[in-house]
């Protein structure tokens, strides 16, 4: 039904209705051109088969005196039978030329009326040719018992031939005259065929034309709306589209000049409010600008007297032996501790955004690193007897180019988160080279896991949902790994306890095929 409604409408709109009548003006001059072509045509055929049975008069001809000539070459003495079909054929051939039918597998129209006259002179010369056959021939065969009314032999072929042949050339002159009357017809026939083809052709292109014209003209109105949107798209809006009459390019064109007209009223509303966007934004720059200033120069300043805290709470606690002294004293580094961490985190932070973190690789023992970071961190598990670090050292030893600093910094990271939320259980940590160009770290521990509203967001700045960490490490960690060219990745483990996370680098190998040139053709091969 929604397509019968839009057909309706397209039929009921002026638009439509022009062109739909030139469609049909069209179509209706295509057919008739077509129907007179054809119908000419048709003549030129009919025509032809006429000319080939006229034609076909002469031979029939021949071939009846050539079934004569053999009669009277044996001597009269066979019959006459061949002589009959051969003119039973002629005489068929003859009326069907006039009266029209199918004959040798060929359709015939009845003979224009004009050829009738020609056709009679060749019928009458048949007719007296058969005649002389009938009365020479075929009737003296029939009395051959009458001596009286019998002439001899010699008399009758002297007699007989003379007059057969003259009257066969009779009609063979008049099937001639037919045959050329026909064929000059049939040429002026193609000729004016052909005229009128030309003629038809002349009309077909004035008609495409004329259609093309008033198409173009009924369709200006699309092409200026079209020329206008072209505009638009530059960016001018200073433009209108002129319009007149009413029918449906017309309002479309009204609508167009309204929508540009609302266009100009909102982009320029739009121009001032990024005018005052731009001003704000400046401002906020500012802010954020002054902002990790004083955050960078507080975090400095935080670093200057955590070093002497923690060299003097060292040399405290190996002097201390009170156990509740020691305890505070413990309390007092511990925190001191995190406290440096989070201003090397701040600083950190700091030159990722100002683009200055700078690497300093070499060759370094990954085995060696994590050995070093676990040892380091053990201090901070609180539960020793609940809670263990398991590390799988792999052998030969397992080599990386890297910043030796700062992949600590991300294996601590880590295992300080493991840590963090892992109460009891266990914690392990392993490299692993499946190939020979890149090197995997895995963290895995039995803890909380990832809480499901963090896990999309685990490495961007400031992701977490506790209240003992500021969210920077797993950021930072990201950046680092990122810039040795590796990737760092974290799910919940399959079972529901605890969380894996994972990172891979480069191993020393692949630096080396780097280095000597091999760099599209490094090969995987398995460990």
Known sequence: ??????????????????????????????????????????????????????????????????QISEYFLEDNTSDVSKINLAMNELESNIL????????????????????????NTVYQNWVSLKTTLINSIIKPIGNTNSASTTPTLAVIDKVTKTALEAKALSLVGSSNVLVTQLG??????????????????????????????????????????????????????????????????????????????????????????????????????NKNRLMDEFINIAAHELRTPIQPILGLAGILQSEIKDPGQR?????????????QRLTEDILDVTKIECHTLELHTEKVNINEKIRNVIR??????????????????????????????????????LLRNAIKFTKEGTISINADMKNTTEVTIIVKDTGAGIHPEILPRLFTKFATKSSMGTG??????????????????????????????????????????IRWGYKQHIITIAS
């Not at 305890?327 to 406290?339: G, H, I, P, S, Y």
């Not at 792999?394 to 990271?413: E, F, G, M, S």
């Not at 950046?479 to 590796?486: N, P, Q, R, T």
């Open 184 to 285: 000059e017809y049939a040429r002026n026939t193609s000729q004016n065929l052909m005229f009128l083809q030309i003629i038809f052709a002349v009309l077909n292109i004035v008609v495409a034309v004329i259609v093309l014209y008033i198409v173009m003209k009924i369709l200006k109105p699309v092409f200026a709306l079209t020329s206008a949107t072209s505009e638009v798209r530059k960016g001018n809006l200073d433009i209108s589209v002129k319009t007149k009459g009413n029918d449906e390019l017309s309002v479309l064109t009204e609508s167009f000049n309204s929508m540009l007209s609302s266009i100009r009223n909102h982009v320029k509303e739009l121009n001032e409010l990024k005018n005052q966007l731009q001003k704000t934004n400046e401002e906020l720059k």
């Open 376 to 413: 380091d961190v053990r201090s901070q598990i609180h539960n020793p007897d609940k809670l263990k670090i398991v590390f799988a050292e792999t052998k030969p030893p397992i080599y990386v180019r890297a910043d030796k600093p700062r992949i600590y910094q991300v294996i601590a990271n």
């Open 472 to 513: 920077l490490g797993l950021y930072i960690s990201k950046v680092i790994v990122e810039a040795h060219a590796g990737r760092i990745w974290a799910e919940n483990n399959s079972d529901g306890k605890g969380a894996t996370f994972a990172f891979t680098l480069p191993s020393y190998y692949r630096y080396l095929l």
């Open 96 to 119: 069907a030329l006039r009266e029209g039918g199918k004959i040798s597998d060929i359709t015939l129209k009845p003979l224009p009326s004009e050829f009738l006259d020609s056709w």
């Open 1 to 66: 039904m929604k397509y019968d409604a839009n057909a309706l409408r397209l039929i009921r709109s002026k638009i439509g209705l022009k062109i739909g009548a030139l469609v049909v003006i069209q179509i209706i001059f295509i057919i008739s051109s077509f129907s007179v072509l054809a119908y000419y045509e048709s003549q030129g055929t009919h025509l032809g088969n006429s000319i080939n049975i006229a034609g076909k008069n002469r031979f029939l001809t021949s071939n009846l005196m050539l």
């Open 327 to 339: 305890e505070l004293l413990d309390v007092t580094l511990r925190n001191a501790k995190r406290l």
